[in-house]
């Protein structure tokens, strides 16, 4: 599986950016797209899922009703639309993908084995 991600940079707080992954190769007919981000010195943390199997997505509490996550099945694409950005939204943010699960999305990044190479966003205040 291959995973390019797009779209990060940098806004004030309170502004929007919507960042982009272009998934292919997949093995298996149910996988699970994920985004996750890592601030410096920081763990990568989940951020948003989409599970192909369930059709649903899921979202770390800090994101909620901030992010919404869209996945565009002809394409293979997941978008992560960020609105109400904050400083605390600052990191790396990456694209993972877990290749045949089935059922909800899994929120530790040991449980993915492809990533993309990340994109930076970084929020001002």
């Known amino acids: 599986v291959q995973l390019v991600e797009s779209g990060g940079g940098s806004v004030q707080a309170g502004g929007s950016l919507t960042l982009s992954c272009a998934a292919s190769?997949?093995?298996?007919?149910?996988?699970?797209l994920a985004w996750f981000r890592q601030a410096p010195g920081k763990e990568r943390e989940f951020v948003s899922c989409f599970s192909s199997s369930e059709g649903k997505t899921t979202y770390a509490p800090s994101v909620k009703g901030r992010f919404t996550i869209s996945h565009d099945s002809a394409e293979n694409t997941v978008n992560l639309q960020m609105n109400s950005l904050k400083p605390e939204d600052t990191g790396d943010y990456f694209c993972?993908?877990?290749?045949?699960?089935?059922?909800?999305?899994?929120?530790?990044?040991?449980?993915?084995?492809?990533w993309g190479q990340g994109t930076q966003v970084t929020v001002s205040s």
């Open positions: 993972a993908a877990d290749d045949g699960r089935i059922g909800t999305c899994p929120r530790h990044h040991s449980f993915f084995d492809r």
């Open positions: 190769g997949f093995t298996f007919h149910t996988y699970v």
